[in-house]
């Protein structure tokens, strides 16, 4: 048999080879993710109009909800939609800054002509809690510049004119969830709504979750969908083709080194079922 430490060994060298030497292969067509570039290519804002990206997720799924985030996110900065950040997990706090600031700075110095300022570009609601009450009641609410009240750093967000009057949610023409906790999408689908009118929702989700957002995705709930960092990998391209002065090499090397491992895994385990017969084939014939 195969020593443990040794399979251990392999994966790491698999992981490893494509992002030390930059190699990478295309990523994977994926429908549920050009159906979601589609429609964030489709809004249309007029002032005061939103998007609310809830970035809910932490450490445990960072590396598959964060290229997601970024993609997205970087998306609609350059069709110069506002972007309201916010979240229903506490460990969220810390990316719902450095996300949105990272894509913003990234189209800066590749645009040193154009700026995506703090409370123009996008503003970060913090962390919201109260779960699927805190939803219902941000449904409902008359003025969600007044729900909010103030930003994460306190300032309230009449100070920021492009949120100053949101307006109820017929005023956000997106709601993307990216997110690897199960139950927390639902929320939104479930409450994130009232009489006559519900919004375009948009997902990215982990890839042990993808199976739970088809059946949204299925019924039509969902508009679209990033599945894992595959997902991301393949909306980076179309954005790639439409914007050429994005920058996807690090997310394809990374999907790239997925994609190896995940061989690797697969030929592991045929040599292991072939080693198991070849051995049951001995001790029977002894």
């Known amino acids: 048999m195969i020593e443990r430490r040794l399979i251990y060994l392999i994966m790491i060298i698999a992981v490893a080879v494509p992002v030390i030497f930059e190699f990478s292969?295309?990523?994977s067509r994926l429908v549920s993710a050009e159906r979601m570039y589609d429609v964030v290519e489709g809004v249309q804002v007029s002032p005061g109009e939103v998007a609310l990206v809830w970035l809910d997720f932490g450490p445990g799924t960072l590396a598959e909800n964060r290229p997601q985030a970024e993609v997205l996110i970087e998306h609609l900065f350059r069709r110069r939609i506002p972007v309201v950040v916010l979240s229903q997990y506490q460990l969220a706090e810390g990316v719902l800054s450095t996300i949105p600031q990272g894509v913003a700075t990234r189209l800066e110095r590749e645009m040193p002509e154009q700026r995506w300022r703090y409370g123009e570009a996008w503003i970060n609601a913090g962390f919201?809690?109260?779960?699927?009450?805190?939803?219902?009641?941000?449904?409902?609410?008359?003025?969600?510049?007044?729900?909010?009240?103030?930003?994460v750093?306190?300032?309230?967000?009449?100070?920021?004119?492009?949120?100053?009057?949101?307006?109820?949610?017929?005023r956000v023409k997106l709601v993307a969830e990216i997110t690897g906790l199960v139950g927390v999408f639902d929320t939104i689908i479930q409450f994130f709504q009232k009489a006559g009118y519900s919004p375009t929702i948009v997902h990215g989700c982990t890839s042990i979750t993808i199976p739970e957002a088809y059946i949204f995705l299925d019924s039509?709930?969902?508009?679209?969908?990033?599945?894992?960092?595959a997902g991301?990998?393949?909306?980076?391209?179309?954005?790639?083709?439409?914007?050429p002065g994005s920058d996807n090499r690090e997310l394809v090397v990374r999907n790239t080194s997925l994609i190896v491992a995940h061989v690797v895994l697969i030929a592991l385990i045929v040599v292991g079922n072939i080693v198991g017969l070849i051995q049951a084939r001995r001790r029977s014939d002894a």
């Not at 750093?153 to 017929?170: D, K, L, N, T």
């Not at 039509?220 to 960092?229: N, P, T």
């Not at 991301?232 to 914007?243: G, M, N, P, Q, T």
């Open 128 to 151: 919201q809690p109260g779960g699927s009450q805190m939803m219902q009641n941000l449904a409902a609410a008359q003025n969600l510049s007044e729900f909010f009240g103030r930003d």
């Open 25 to 27: 292969w295309p990523p």
């Open 220 to 229: 039509g709930q969902l508009k679209g969908l990033l599945e894992g960092v």
């Open 232 to 243: 991301a990998a393949w909306y980076s391209e179309i954005l790639k083709k439409r914007y």
């Open 153 to 170: 750093s306190g300032m309230p967000f009449s100070h920021y004119p492009a949120f100053r009057s949101i307006g109820g949610i017929e």
